[in-house]
C-alpha cells in the first residue's frame, strides 16, 4: 500500500459514497485509475466492505453514563454470558471488552439520573459474573466518531 491508496481511504473514510471522479480528482489520479486501484484495495487489501453510520447523537433529553463493568470472573463462558445479556439491554449503546481495571466499558444512554438508576438496578446489577459497576455521568461530549 503506498501513499495514494492511503489518500484513497482516507477521502472514503471522509465520504464513502463519493463517486469515483470526484475520489480520483481528489487523489490525483485519473478516474479509470482510480478505479483500478479502488478495486484492488477492495479485492486483497484493506477495504472490508461499506456501511452505513448513523447519527447516535443523544436526544436532547437524555444523559449519557460511562459505566466500567467488573466480571467476578474472566473466564470464556463468563465472559459469553456477559456480552450476549448485554446485547439484550437496549440502552447500552456500546459496550468494549477491555484491558485494565475494569473488564467492560459501556456507553449508557438513559433520560435523566433517576432512569439511569432503574437501568442499573434492574439490568446492569443483574447481568451474570458482575462484580462491580462504576458509573460516570457525562458533562457533554466534546468529539464523536
Do not use: W
Not at 81 to 108: K, N
Not at 115 to 141: C, N, W
Request: aromatic fraction near 4%; charged fraction near 35%; hydrophobic fraction near 40%.
Amino acid at each position: 500500500m503506498d501513499e495514494i491508496d492511503r489518500a484513497i481511504i482516507r477521502e472514503l473514510r471522509r465520504d464513502g459514497r463519493m463517486p469515483n471522479a470526484a475520489l480520483a480528482a481528489a487523489v490525483g489520479l485519473s478516474p479509470s485509475a482510480c478505479l483500478r486501484r479502488l478495486r484492488l484495495l477492495e479485492r486483497d487489501g484493506p477495504i472490508r466492505g461499506y456501511t452505513v453510520v448513523l447519527d447516535e447523537t443523544p436526544a436532547k433529553d437524555t444523559v449519557t453514563v460511562i459505566v466500567q463493568i467488573t466480571l467476578e470472573r474472566q473466564t470464556d463462558e463468563h465472559l459469553r454470558r456477559f456480552e450476549d445479556a448485554v446485547r439484550r439491554c437496549p440502552e447500552v449503546r456500546e459496550c468494549h471488552l477491555m484491558t485494565g481495571m475494569s473488564d467492560y466499558l459501556l456507553r449508557v444512554e438513559a433520560r435523566d439520573a433517576a432512569d439511569y438508576e432503574r437501568i442499573h438496578k434492574e439490568a446492569l446489577s443483574r447481568m451474570p459474573g458482575v462484580a462491580r459497576i462504576q458509573s460516570s455521568f457525562a458533562i457533554r461530549t466534546v468529539i464523536r466518531g
